[in-house]
């Protein structure tokens, strides 16, 4: 069965870090992409950051490219997304996501995943 479940978020002020973490169970990252994903209130759904699972290649949202850093370890089976200088912007919950299995690239587009986590909340505040 597949799950995915984010830890990591809290409460950071303006210019600091955080390192989510998604851990997966039921799957092998090797044969799945793995998508980072924000919502905040009131606004849709914003694609931030993915890895391919078949060679590691990842992409980034323009809104968080040289900010935002994402990785996995294999063995831990877990996805992390390393995020530096966070803006209030940047404030949301923030979702995993992954399946369906062997597609070629990773998508920043939600309908491309068919498993979600239950997200962690980020807030970047003064």
């Known amino acids: 069965q597949v799950q995915l479940v984010e830890s990591g978020g809290g409460l950071v002020q303006p210019g600091g870090s955080l390192r989510l973490s998604c851990a997966a169970s039921g799957f092998t990252l090797d044969y799945y992409n793995i998508g980072w994903f924000r919502q905040a209130p009131g606004k849709e759904r914003e694609g931030v950051s993915c890895i391919r699972g078949r060679d590691g290649g990842t992409y980034y949202a323009d809104s968080v490219k040289g900010r935002f850093t994402i990785s996995r370890d294999n063995v831990k089976k877990t996805v992390y997304l390393q995020m530096n200088s966070l803006k209030p912007d940047d404030t949301a919950v923030y979702y995993c996501?992954?399946?369906?299995?062997?597609?070629?690239?990773?998508?920043?587009?939600?309908?491309?995943?068919?498993?979600w986590g239950q997200g962690t909340q980020v807030t970047v505040s003064s």
């Open positions: 996501a992954t399946g369906p299995p062997r597609v070629a690239g990773c998508s920043l587009t939600g309908n491309r995943y068919n498993y």
